[in-house]
Structure formats: structure tokens, C-alpha cells
């Protein structure tokens, strides 16, 4: 979950990891460790119709998170970095 500066939406204030509830590193605005942000806008098919949901998640829980997958997380390496 993300906390943001009001009327800022670039100004992060706060961020915790939605599965173990670890605070995370922010400096200056910015998010200063690995974190996966998850969201989702549910439509018209879903049961969850209209609704927005959002998480994130420290890497810990992110890499236990992918280890119950039957198929493997596609990796592909990045020539940029965030
Ligand atoms: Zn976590």
C-alpha cells in the first residue's frame, strides 16, 4: 500500500508491503528497494465489477509469492534501469 503527498501523486510519503506489512524505504519521494506493485481494474466479466484493487509487495514476500506458481515467471533482462 502507498501513501502519496495530497494533490501529488509523484511525492511518495509512505509505502508497506500489503503481505507482511514491512515498511519500506523511501527517500526523497522515491522508493528506494525492490518492491512489485500490483493493480488491477475489474470489468464488466469479473465479479468484482468496477471495482480497483492495488497492492505491492516487498521482495521477500514477492519471491515466495512466484514460488507457488506451476509456471515459472517469465524473466527477461532489462537493458534500463529503474
Ligand atoms: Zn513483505
Given at each position: 500500500m502507498r501513501k502519496y503527498a495530497k494533490g501529488d501523486s509523484n511525492a511518495l510519503l509512505y509505502a508497506a508491503c500489503n503481505m507482511c506489512g514491512k515498511e519500506l524505504l523511501i527517500e526523497n519521494g522515491l522508493l528506494k528497494e525492490g518492491c512489485f506493485h500490483g493493480e488491477q481494474k475489474f470489468g464488466?466479466?469479473?465479479?468484482?465489477?468496477?471495482?480497483?484493487?492495488s497492492f505491492d509487495m516487498c521482495e521477500a514476500c514477492y519471491n515466495k509469492f512466484i514460488k507457488m506458481f506451476k509456471i515459472p515467471v517469465e524473466v527477461r533482462e532489462e537493458t534500463e534501469y529503474l
Open positions: 464488466y466479466f469479473s465479479e468484482k465489477d468496477g471495482q480497483n484493487h
